[in-house]
């Protein structure tokens, strides 16, 4: 059987053995397996691993902020880099689902390797990587997923030229979860959600602008926030809302509307591969509807995703 506490012990021993006095530098995403890997790495060589989290402007509302400060919280050495208007630019005008991955996946690949550049002399390249990643080796996702999907385009960034460390790469998500709590970090990030690499990018069908990106944070923090107040976060494996491409009509006091239209999605699932919509109460979903609309200006209508995977995929793009 699994025990968090002799692996802390032997993973921290087996680090320090095989880092020594190098230098790491490790890209943080705000979800589980980075943080798990990088407090691990912490325990094991300190201020010698240098954490780098890059903002790609299509994260949750305030979730920059808020993740950089409770990794600063925990004592790890991290860079919080904001390429927001970076990614937002290289992103005008494609709507094509991969185009859009694509994009993501290049340029932070370009914000990590500058940042990466300015470590002196550091030698490895710590990941992530869970054992289910290891199986899955080829990911057909594309970005971010795992940074080893981009050995596409002509030589290799510099930071790949590292050699690699996984700590986690013998756990699977369950064990990854407890090692993090062994390790003493925060319930509420250990039981985040999981949230695509290319983050809202997938979520806005179509074309990205500042303007859907505000729209759908706000949209998805109320329905996030909702779902927790209600309790029913920790009962649904994700959610999410997604900005659809298309105005409807509606009415607000006498005059006629004409504006977007959301979808909410929640699913239960083990390992993202099948999933099943999650029958959320009528009451919550009239609620959430409700307070969407009141408070989101630019959006009049709510739907409710009531499609399994397969044959529906859980994101839209
Ligand atoms: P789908 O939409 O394929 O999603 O049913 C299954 C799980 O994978 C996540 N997902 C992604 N994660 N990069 C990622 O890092 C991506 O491009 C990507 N596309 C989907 C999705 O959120 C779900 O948890």
């Not at 919080?80 to 290289?90: K, L, P, T």
Request: negative net charge; contains cysteine.
């Amino acid at each position: 059987t699994f025990t968090p506490n002799a692996f802390v012990d032997d993973i921290v021993a087996e680090l320090k053995e095989k880092i020594k006095d190098d230098k790491v530098v490790l890209g943080l995403s705000g979800g589980v397996d980075s943080t798990v890997a990088a407090v691990l790495l912490n325990k094991a060589i300190g201020k010698n691993l240098y954490c780098i989290f890059v903002n790609n402007g299509l994260l949750r509302k305030n979730e920059f902020q808020n993740v950089l400060k409770q990794y600063e919280g925990m004592g790890l050495n991290v860079k919080g880099v904001d390429a927001s208007s970076r990614f937002i630019s290289e992103l005008a005008g494609e709507s094509d689902p991969e185009g859009k991955r694509k994009i993501i996946g290049r340029v932070f690949i370009e914000v990590f390797d500058d940042e990466a550049n300015q470590i002196e002399d550091v030698k490895w390249l710590a990941q992530g990587t869970i054992y289910p990643d290891v199986i899955e080796s080829i990911s057909v996702k594309g970005p971010s997923a795992t940074i080893k999907s981009h050995h596409n385009v002509g030589g290799l960034p510099d930071f790949m030229k590292l050699q690699i460390v996984e700590p986690l790469r013998m756990l699977f998500k369950d064990e990854v979860r407890r090692v993090g709590a062994a390790l003493g970090i925060h319930a509420d990030l250990l039981g985040r959600h999981p949230f695509p690499g290319p983050g809202l990018a997938i979520r806005i069908l179509g074309d990205i602008t500042p303007e859907k990106v505000s729209i759908l944070q706000e949209v998805d923090s109320i329905y996030i926030e909702g779902l927790k107040k209600a309790g029913l976060y920790d009962k649904v494996w994700q959610a999410g809302a997604i900005l659809l491409p298309i105005n409807s009509v509606g009415v607000m006091g006498d005059e006629r509307t004409y504006e977007k239209v959301v979808a909410l999605r929640a699913v239960e699932s083990t390992d993202g591969m099948t999933a099943d919509w999650v029958h959320l109460p009528y009451d919550f979903l009239m609620n959430i509807s409700n307070e969407i609309i009141n408070k989101v200006k630019g959006v009049n209508r709510v739907v409710y995703d009531i499609s399994s995977k397969p044959p529906a995929t859980i994101e839209w793009e």
